[in-house]
């Protein structure tokens, strides 16, 4: 809402060889009353660029505690659903 404070978290999630996926929580918070609000949430997906533009590596997550560990797990998973729909929809595509 107008006037309201956003409150943005964010945390790696998820870490290949040059690319990263981030998670994203948007809320928002009344400033008179200090009430929160989730608003939204997203998933983007970075890649590591050198100088020439080239895809780099980047280096390893390390998960320390479990919910690391579970949503390392769960963005392996969106990867692993991305990929397979990229290669479904190239497949249709070449039909």
Same mark, same amino acid.
């Given at each position: 809402?107008?006037? @309201?404070?956003?409150?943005?978290? =964010? $945390? ?8 990263? #996926? ?6 928002? @918070? ?10 939204? $949430? ?9 100088? $020439?533009?080239? /895809?780099? @590596?980047? /280096? =390893?997550?390390?998960?320390?505690? =479990? #919910? #690391? ?15 397979? @729909? ?10």
């Amino acid at each position: 809402m107008v006037g @309201e404070l956003v409150i943005m978290k =964010a $945390s790696v999630n998820w870490v290949g060889r040059t690319s990263m #996926e981030v998670g994203v929580r948007v809320e928002s @918070e009344n400033i008179l009353t200090g009430v929160r609000r989730h608003t939204n $949430s997203c998933y983007t997906t970075f890649v590591a660029l050198d100088a $020439s533009g080239t /895809p780099t @590596e980047v /280096p =390893a997550l390390v998960c320390q505690t =479990a #919910e #690391e560990r579970r949503r390392n797990g769960a963005g392996a998973e969106r990867r692993r659903l991305r990929l397979a @729909e990229r290669d479904a929809e190239r497949m249709r595509q070449r039909q």
